[in-house]
């Protein structure tokens, strides 16, 4: 998958400024050293000049070599026909365009060497350093966007938010929702949009114990017991923590589930709800029934 989450994959990119000199190479290292072979990696500019030695020492601080660069135009030095993604980075400046249908992102990045001030050499460094650690941010996210593999097909969004004044969070979102919540009483209000497939839970902070399965959470339905299946083998190849494998859970709502953890260790239900003739087949007992063979204990609830 690519950065605009369609079947293109980005395979070439190339980082734009005007002068070349800094933050533009700057960046060009750092994808080369962040995504390694994945991408080919090009920087240039619209009026270059010449590699700051100040970039080079900033990269050297974290141990990345760029003084071999220079500093190129994109006009005469770089072969354009190919770019799948363009990435700017001015900020004040007029930043160069590169025609055509290309995917394009802008990170505007204040140029450390353009201060009108006379920095110590310290304050130099930290304003270089500063670029530099906004850049190599930016371009560990942009590397974490390349690959990614199939998502569940998401049909509903369902979110819970703590609030400590629920009438006063109730008005505000329902005048921001345009709606009124569908139900509501002294511990939570539930707004559901269908046209933004949106169930949007408010949950009054009383400090009395609330259940974090089923009220501090992000939500995610998917059209039927197989979906839930699939995400969870999606899951797997994503390399996603897995909280709960999936099952049907029968206590409260009646649902097909899994549970996720995402890397803050913030949960997310991806769930779907149960047809009629799978409503028929409860047990008994109401203990969860596993959805994929070895995943969990029959008596786990």
Same mark, same amino acid.
């Given at each position: 998958m690519s950065a605009n989450n369609t079947d293109t994959p980005i395979k070439r990119i190339l980082f734009l400024c005007v002068a070349n000199s800094v933050r533009s190479q700057i960046a060009e290292g750092l994808a080369r050293h962040i995504m390694g072979s994945r991408v080919e990696v090009a920087s240039a500019g619209s009026d270059p000049s010449q590699l700051n030695p100040h970039a080079v020492a900033t990269m050297k601080d974290i141990g990345i070599d760029i003084s071999r660069h220079y500093s190129k135009s994109i006009n005469d030095d770089i072969d354009t026909s190919n770019i799948d993604l363009v990435v700017t980075l001015c900020a004040e400046e007029i930043c160069p365009v590169l025609p055509g249908q290309i995917k394009r992102l802008h990170w505007p990045i204040a140029d450390p060497s353009s201060s009108h001030d006379?920095?110590?050499?310290?304050?130099?460094?930290?304003?270089?350093?500063?670029?530099?650690?906004?850049?190599?941010?930016?371009?560990?996210i942009l590397a974490g966007l390349l690959d990614l593999p199939s998502a569940p097909m998401s049909q509903e969004f369902h979110s819970s938010i703590r609030v400590t004044?629920?009438?006063?969070?109730?008005?505000?979102?329902?005048?921001? *929702?345009?709606?009124?919540?569908?139900?509501?009483?002294? $511990?939570? @209000?539930?707004?559901?949009?269908?046209?933004?497939? #949106?169930? =949007?839970?408010?949950?009054?902070?009383?400090?009395?114990?609330?259940?974090?399965?089923? *009220?501090?959470?992000?939500?995610?339905?998917?059209?039927? $017991?197989? @979906?839930?299946?699939?995400?969870?083998?999606?899951? #797997?190849? =994503?390399?996603?923590p897995i909280e709960k494998p999936p099952r049907t859970t029968w206590k409260g709502t009646p649902l097909h589930e899994l549970w996720l953890k995402d890397p803050d260790g913030n949960l997310i239900e991806i769930y779907a709800r149960l047809t009629n003739a799978e409503l028929a087949e409860k047990p008994t007992d109401e203990l969860p029934v596993f959805l994929v063979p070895g995943t969990g204990p029959a008596d786990e609830n």
């Open positions: 006379r920095p110590t050499p310290e304050e130099l460094a930290a304003s270089f350093a500063t670029a530099r650690d906004q850049i190599r941010m930016r371009t560990e004044d629920l009438p006063a969070s109730t008005r505000f979102y329902a005048w921001l *929702l345009d709606t009124w919540p569908r139900e509501w009483t002294h $511990r939570y @209000a539930t707004f559901i949009r269908p046209d933004l497939n #949106l169930n =949007f839970v408010l949950l009054v902070s009383d400090g009395k114990t609330l259940h974090h399965d089923t *009220l501090y959470h992000l939500g995610i339905g998917v059209a039927d $017991r197989q @979906a839930v299946i699939d995400a969870y083998h999606q899951a #797997l190849q =994503f390399a996603a």
